[in-house]
């Protein structure tokens, strides 16, 4: 069983750019979260994907958007890419969207802002 | 909305001694709550979860938790910590569905030698 991957692992961009982070979720899950965990920070949560469908949002700006394949993997788009935006970036896949549903993580993409 | 709390940024023991990291947590329900490992450069790795029944859930690695509606916590303990364990430790809370889990700011631990 192969567990969350994520690419590419480390990225820098410059400010104003446009970045796509993916993550290909574990064997059977249908649920994508993603978290921007910042230096010396606990992660964030930006959004969750659920069959394809945006299914709850944190307080991020629409800058942040994603999506979620049929096969469900996903991709996190950050659009006009701001020096804040530095951070490690997970995705973590689950069975399902209750509360009970272990969310397996990634090992993240480490994104550059300069 | 919930909201997680660890109170110590950084704690030290030395390899053998007991462990206890704290956790205080703000939800008007009963919460799920859940302990993760981060090692450096890692992803995270779930320790233990509560979601209800026996307080006390055991977890991977030798890890436990002990749940206290009355205080609002949810304490990781271990009681002999080794090298590998040194990591950053994460304290989060979830509601009712797992779209908007909350983290604490982490709990960075050093084993001494």
């Known amino acids: 069983e192969t567990g969350v991957t994520q690419s590419p692992t480390h990225l820098i961009k410059t400010r104003g750019q446009q970045v796509t982070l993916r993550c290909s979720s574990q064997s059977g899950h249908n649920t994508v979260s993603w978290y921007q965990q910042a230096l010396g920070q606990g992660p964030q949560f930006i959004f969750q994907y659920y069959r394809e469908e945006e299914n709850g949002r944190g307080n991020f700006p629409p800058r942040f958007s994603g999506l979620q394949f049929p096969n469900y993997s996903s991709e996190l788009n950050v659009n006009a890419l701001e020096l804040d935006d530095s951070a490690l970036y997970l995705c973590?896949?689950?069975?399902?969207?209750?509360?009970?549903?272990?969310?397996?993580f990634g090992p993240g993409t480490r994104l550059t802002v300069l | 909305a919930q909201s997680v709390t660890q109170p110590d940024i950084h704690i030290t023991v030395s390899e053998g001694a007991s462990l206890e990291l704290r956790c205080n947590y703000s939800?008007?329900?009963?919460?799920?709550l859940f302990w993760y490992v981060q090692s450096p450069g890692q992803g995270l790795q779930l320790l233990l979860k509560y979601f209800s029944g026996d307080t006390l859930v055991q977890g991977i690695k030798g890890f436990e938790a002990e749940f206290k509606r009355s205080q609002s916590s949810f304490n990781l303990r271990k009681p002999s910590v080794h090298w590998s364990d040194a990591a950053e430790y994460f304290c989060?809370?979830?509601?009712?569905?797992?779209?908007?889990?909350?983290f604490g700011a982490g709990t960075r631990l050093t084993v001494k030698p």
């Open positions: 989060a809370v979830g509601a009712g569905n797992n779209n908007d889990m909350r």
């Open positions: 973590a896949s689950s069975l399902g969207t209750t509360g009970n549903n272990e969310q397996f």
């Open positions: 939800y008007g329900a009963t919460p799920y």
